[in-house]
């Protein structure tokens, strides 16, 4: 950590903060510059506050050199994590296309749409059985009613699924699914990081609807420093001043998080976007700027979807999507 | 519901979308402006997903006419709603100072902060004891303890205590706390938000680190729908571009929050802005724009506070400020 | 222009306000639903101050039924605008590789770049000599010696050229300048907006540096309403509270202007990161996005670039990108 | 300026960074830490780029540690500066209440005013002369004709006027304003700050749209290093994600540049908020903030005003408001 001092530091004031980092056990090389002076902190300064430091009327500013995420961090993990679901690979080189409906509604629906992006070429299959609503008064989902329908449906397709936990006490009823995701509102409940971290699922988390990388990164820290390393990152668009979409999908997180982290990064169009059709442009844009996967929604009836159908697009749209997918695929390569 | 149509739309496509309306229960009125069709939707338009209107391709806006949250709205609770807290009275023209520090660390630590505060006129004590840390490695607060803690600062001072509460699994141990507090990160945990509509407990729910005020609105929904009307809404600051402060303090949120809704609103100046010296001239801004209460974080020590002493300010501070609060109250009546 | 009032609003103060709308020579539609009112403006509301009747006291919401813009409105322009540049022509499914460096330096350096990107494929030479730098002790351009400079280069490669222009007093140096770029800290200047409208030249104009979409468009209005339909819009780059890139590349922007405009639109994704090694993914992820082009910063010697030096790609990377836009340009197809 | 390397630097790269810095005039202080190398760089660094050195392969971080503006800094100046309008004190505990109508409509509309707000207690007249709109269709302001308006007004009242500019070839225009106003979409109109520097006239210079501080205070610096010493900062609102309000008003900003600046700070509670009815509560607000002055958008007739009608209070509004500021000012000495 580098603390810089404010010009004409008085020296009984300087001498007690290098006394009080010491009381840390931390070592302190003092560097007298042309105007001001430089406190450079040396041992493991994780237990220090920076923001407190910044607040001493005597330090102008601060900077921690060593990033406070670890398990997550490229630096002392140069490999890609390479996450398998089954037989299937995530990151790594690999490419995994998610797609399915927001909501699981009925059998006959999500047995329908499995097969549909199956034939596609989608690699695993993606349902909201628990739904977080901005209302109380629209649907919640089918819950654990819609856990058993998407099982059915890999049941009949041979797709892995996905599907969000929002509680950590539902846990119980995820056993079953192969990939457990955290959706943007919950990227920073805690509580609920630290509980999927004790399990060794995959778990896919969403960045915050207005996170920073760092913030997204210390969220999978949460899970990973609870003993699960299975984390896929997901950028769904950030909160802007948009004024024709519903979030802003910020895609050069993808090739800054590859930077930052060995941990696969895949992108959401359709909530990026809120409209269909917007989505094939965008899914396309992802995959140029090198991400590892995407999660699609797709439903077969948008107009009599329960959910989000604004932002679906169609078993065909979807086919002739995936088609230019590899072909961008091949281009970038 | 309003719905504007494109430019020459097909009628026949026209006569779908009013059936399609009409398949709802609603009644359509249809007028002809001179360049676009504009259709009036009449009846409970509440099932209807505007998203998915507004995309389909011969729309081309849609105007909801109703606000979606009810319990909380002042058209349809025109009185200002006033929270009971023992005799402590919240909204309709009360102002109530919330202090102590953002952990609870030592009983020795919270009994003292707590009699200082009441000293100089504070009316509830905070502190944290399950604190939501942007880094696992952080301190993470002392839990059960930190309860029982609060409860003898309680005791000695006769303050009412408020608490965050970050998992539903948790309940048992805020039984005897008197306010509950939901943080920003939680805002939009709608699970948790749901469980607190069962108590009877005023919560005092914090606006989320992006949230809009619809946001905030329909998240105090969430917990009114489920049948607890205490709910008291706080300002804390929302994140933009700021350069050298951790929040935006938005007290433009205050006047217009008390225009839309009949709940209290108090406010944050600690968390906005991060910094002890910003918070005396945030609090006096607070209250001259109205509010209902603040929430102060004092600490004895703030060097070597376990959370957060950037922005804690000194009990002799909070003194100070609390004669000017009282005065800019006096001066804005 | 839909006006919603209030529920229960009083009838004199009802039949007041639509006596004030039709001083304006509007029609009023009076629609009366099942909690609220809604007036319905018939005629050219373009004189109505929406901001104002929101304001009034009996109103709820107003909502603008037609766009503001109309030049550059889609609506009334089906067609994509082709714009000529001697035989170049830009949108209508053409690609337009713009390249060249920040500033212009000396004649050896922008002869040496136009050479280099001209052989890569670049079809149209970009160069700043007068330069908007935020600090006023940073390098301010050339002036119209960087200018003399483009031309020979221009003379050397038989590129067309583009360049910042800043100030209409400075219109004269730009006469054999082929494409005038307005920069994003001007988009809302709206005197040299006018001023530009009275050229003939195309304008390159860059979205503001927190701009929407529609404050781009009734920018693009001000030089087309003033005669010069001639604009190339351009995505740069927004600000967010993004924490590793300067700005947020919003590609989403792409196809909604295509959507709303008729105007060609290109990306720059070199401002918008500021980090040379972010700017091939970003470019490559523009392009599959379905952008008319691009504007890429080279330079053949970074580290001693006057200005921007950590953004400029060297000739021998905008090579090896060029063949991959041309790949992904097939694949998206 | 410190530049953090990243782990495991190979020797002779750091070396090449170190002569290349020192080719600048630079010392370069080498401290080895447990995991990292920190260079301190010693001399004036301004000649070097931040970005670019951040952008280079083995640099990790870096950090300026000298601000980058000089005039406007407190830390070289930390007496307030306080500007002369003939009798009027700006800044250095004055408190100056600047206000008048968006737009300058007619002589008596003008004339009347004046003198209600003279009346009321005002210091200063604003009305626009020269308007900024989004959109060109839009009444753009008496011109000329205006800013004679505002000479006979200054004339029968006494009060100092303060009018917009926003071309630097209307300069001969303003020769008789008494301060020159810079909007918010020309805070970066970098050839325009660089003209208002070769003046003696106080200039009052908005906060960019959605700018930062330091943004504001770099384009004081363009004044200020051309000359002109008279510089009043103005907070007007930023851009955020708001959705009931305009803008966000940035209160805090007001402790945080007295802290940064001696120079003085006003706020526009009108711009800001955009809602008449929200002027006053922030008004107060910004009062108990500490600001040196307002800046309050006045109009005798709102509903008919041509511009920005919405954001105006009405003279009575306005005597009511002035007596609750001195008790504010008052209340927090």
New interface residues.
Partial sequence: M?V?L??NTDAEREAQLIE?FKSFGLGV?V?E????T?L?L??DT?SV?T??V???DIV??V?R??E??KCANR?FHPEDTIIEVGDLKIGGGNFTVIAGPCSVESEEQIVGIAKAVKAAGANMLRGGAFK??????DFQGLKAEGIELLKIARQETGLPIVTEI????DLPLFEDVDVLQVGA??T????LL?ELGHLKKPILLKR???G????LL?SA??IM??GNENVILCERG?????????N?????A???LH??THLPVVVDPSH???????VP??A???????CDGLLIEVHND??H?L?????SIRPEEFAKLYG?LQ??R???R
């Fill in positions: 580098i810089v404010k010009p009080w090389h560097s510059g042309q105007f001001q430089v450079g040396i041992g994780s506050d923001d407190l910044a607040s001493l102008d500013t900077k050199v060593t406070t995420f630096k977080p609503r901005t209302s109380p008064y929002m509680n950590a006490s509102r919950n920073q409940n805690f509580d630290k915050g609807i207005a920073t990388l760092k913030e210390m820290e949460y420093a609870s950030i909160r802007s001043y948009s004024d024709y979409l519903r802003t999908l910020d895609l050069s993808v090739p800054m930077e930052l990026a976007t809120g409209l269909a059709r917007m442009p965008m396309l844009a992802a995959t140029a700027a090198g948008p107009p979807a959910c989000d159908g604004a932002q230019k072909a961008v091949e281009a970038v």
